[in-house]
């Protein structure tokens, strides 16, 4: 689990709750105020997206909340063993070893080296994943941007909604109340589902398809590199300057064994 987001959100309605108070929450949960709010922007998502993007989406939620199972320094470890074990025993020599190696796209790279494919054939390959991958993250994170400003629009109608309510209903103390529930709920209901929930959701599909991204040109690069033959020290120092100042110092100190 991603640490940051579940103690994000958990914190998030910890201070929403004590905000509100617990003994006014009943006040909050409007069945009216809550379907026009979610109902209307979750509609015109639907309308703005084809269906399979629009469940695909929160099918994404997921990344946000797992944590990325590639890390870019054991990519790096694995790429460097794999190319020592080129420059001694050969190119075909890697074919034996893809069993042994976790990250999907590295095999399939190293697949393609190995199959005899030239440098061009193997970068446009992977390339075309790599672009497939971001355009899928990208959709996700439109959808979820394009509900960040739905949001806040259908608490506006909702507000509107109510206040023609109230103004209809003047002469009826009684019915001012519910009305006016509605005008200020929608509101807060449409702030509280853009900001809190899917601003934050399209910033983290967007952090984490720059982190897949990245990891992907690390491993093309490798894998061009162990394919053209070159040493392994070059490599490493090629494939560092893919790594942030954070994953080198983790580079360095398991290294150094500490």
Same mark, same amino acid.
């Given at each position: %689990?991603?640490?940051?987001?579940?103690?994000?959100?958990?914190?998030?309605?910890?201070?929403?709750?004590?905000?509100?108070?617990?003994?006014?929450?009943?006040?909050?949960?409007?069945?009216?105020?809550?379907?026009?709010?979610?109902?209307?922007?979750?509609?015109?998502?639907?309308?703005?997206?084809? %269906?399979?993007?629009?469940?695909?989406?929160?099918?994404?939620?997921?990344?946000?909340?797992?944590?990325?199972?590639?890390?870019?320094?054991?990519?790096?470890?694995?790429?460097?063993?794999?190319?020592?074990?080129?420059?001694?025993?050969?190119?075909?020599?890697?074919?034996?070893?893809?069993?042994?190696?976790?990250?999907?796209?590295?095999?399939?790279?190293?697949?393609?080296?190995?199959?005899?494919?030239?440098?061009?054939?193997?970068?446009?390959?992977?390339?075309?994943?790599?672009?497939?991958?971001?355009?899928?993250?990208?959709?996700?994170?439109?959808?979820?941007?394009?509900?960040?400003?739905?949001?806040?629009?259908?608490?506006?109608?909702?507000?509107?909604?109510?206040?023609?309510? %109230?103004?209809?209903?003047?002469?009826?103390?009684?019915?001012?109340?519910?009305?006016?529930?509605? *005008?200020?709920?929608?509101?807060?209901?449409?702030?509280?589902?853009?900001?809190?929930?899917?601003?934050?959701?399209?910033?983290?599909?967007?952090?984490?398809?720059?982190?897949?991204?990245?990891?992907?040109?690390?491993?093309?690069?490798?894998?061009? *590199?162990?394919?053209?033959?070159?040493?392994?020290?070059?490599?490493?120092?090629?494939?560092?300057?893919?790594?942030?100042?954070?994953?080198?110092?983790?580079?360095?100190?398991?290294?150094?064994?500490?």
């Amino acid at each position: %689990m991603d640490k940051a987001t579940i103690i994000g959100f958990f914190f998030g309605v910890a201070c929403m709750v004590y905000g509100i108070e617990i003994k006014n929450l009943p006040f909050f949960l409007d069945p009216i105020g809550i379907s026009l709010t979610i109902g209307g922007a979750t509609a015109s998502v639907m309308i703005s997206f084809t %269906m399979e993007q629009f469940f695909d989406s929160f099918k994404m939620v997921g990344i946000c909340i797992k944590p990325t199972t590639e890390d870019p320094v054991e990519i790096l470890e694995q790429i460097l063993v794999l190319s020592e074990k080129s420059r001694r025993e050969g190119i075909l020599a890697l074919d034996k070893e893809l069993k042994n190696v976790k990250f999907p796209f590295l095999v399939k790279g190293l697949q393609l080296v190995v199959d005899g494919n030239d440098a061009e054939t193997v970068k446009e390959v992977l390339n075309l994943e790599k672009d497939a991958m971001n355009e899928r993250h990208n959709t996700g994170k439109h959808i979820w941007e394009a509900l960040s400003e739905y949001y806040p629009a259908w608490g506006m109608i909702g507000t509107v909604v109510g206040l023609i309510q %109230m103004l209809g209903q003047v002469s009826d103390p009684e019915a001012l109340g519910p009305a006016m529930a509605v *005008a200020l709920l929608t509101t807060f209901f449409g702030a509280f589902g853009a900001f809190f929930i899917c601003v934050p959701i399209a910033y983290k599909l967007k952090m984490r398809a720059a982190q897949e991204l990245g990891t992907k040109e690390l491993i093309i690069v490798g894998i061009l *590199a162990i394919q053209s033959g070159d040493n392994p020290r070059t490599i490493k120092e090629k494939l560092s300057g893919c790594l942030s100042p954070l994953e080198r110092q983790q580079l360095s100190k398991k290294e150094k064994g500490i």
